[in-house]
């Protein structure tokens, strides 16, 4: 029957629907991978970013492979569930943009006034001591985040 009529949806192949925390690719359904568990609450309360059912599917705004990346407009939270951008996330990067426009015409006024042009030579190498520390424990907190640096920051932490 389904030789001569291979577009009736009865004679489309059809795979088992898989379980919570696997996942398969809709072109690719037999081959399965697990996912890992994002919340573990115990075996049976596990929050999966794999629902299980037809290949393809995800949780909560998860896309990839295994569901293992966020969508776009959506970001990851420490516990690894992705939340959808809203139009407070854009507010830091402005803040930003605002105080760095503010502060560049202020140095530039305070590097050429009269009062740093006096300034001794064992002041200026005080102050460039103190950067300098600054900047080396900040590389040092940086390096112990768990974040996946990519190269060429990669190599300067490790």
């Known amino acids: ?3 001569t009529r291979v577009e009736d ?3 489309l192949p059809t795979f088992p629907d898989l379980q919570v925390g696997y996942w398969s690719h809709p072109n690719d359904p037999l081959n399965v991978y697990k996912c890992q568990a994002l919340i ?14 037809k290949p393809g599917r995800c949780a909560g705004g998860r896309t990839g492979l295994a569901c293992g990346k966020c969508e776009d407009g959506w970001y990851m939270d420490v516990a690894g569930q992705c939340l959808e951008c809203g139009p407070a ?16 015409p202020l ?3 305070f590097i050429n006034g009269k009062v740093t042009a006096e300034t001794s030579t064992m002041m200026a190498t005080g102050v ?8 080396v ?7 112990q985040l768990v974040i996946s640096w990519e190269d060429p920051l990669k190599s300067i932490w490790s």
């Not at 460039?128 to 900047?135: P, W």
């Not at 424990?137 to 390096?143: C, D, E, V, W």
């Open 1 to 3: 029957y389904c030789a």
């Open 9 to 11: 949806p009865r004679c």
């Open 40 to 53: 573990d609450l115990g075996v049976d309360e596990a929050f999966f970013s794999c629902p299980g059912g």
């Open 89 to 104: 996330s854009k507010v830091p990067t402005i803040l930003v943009g605002v105080f760095v426009l503010a502060v560049l």
């Open 107 to 109: 140095s530039y006024y």
């Open 128 to 135: 460039a001591m103190g950067s300098l520390l600054t900047l």
């Open 137 to 143: 424990q900040t590389f040092s907190i940086l390096g």
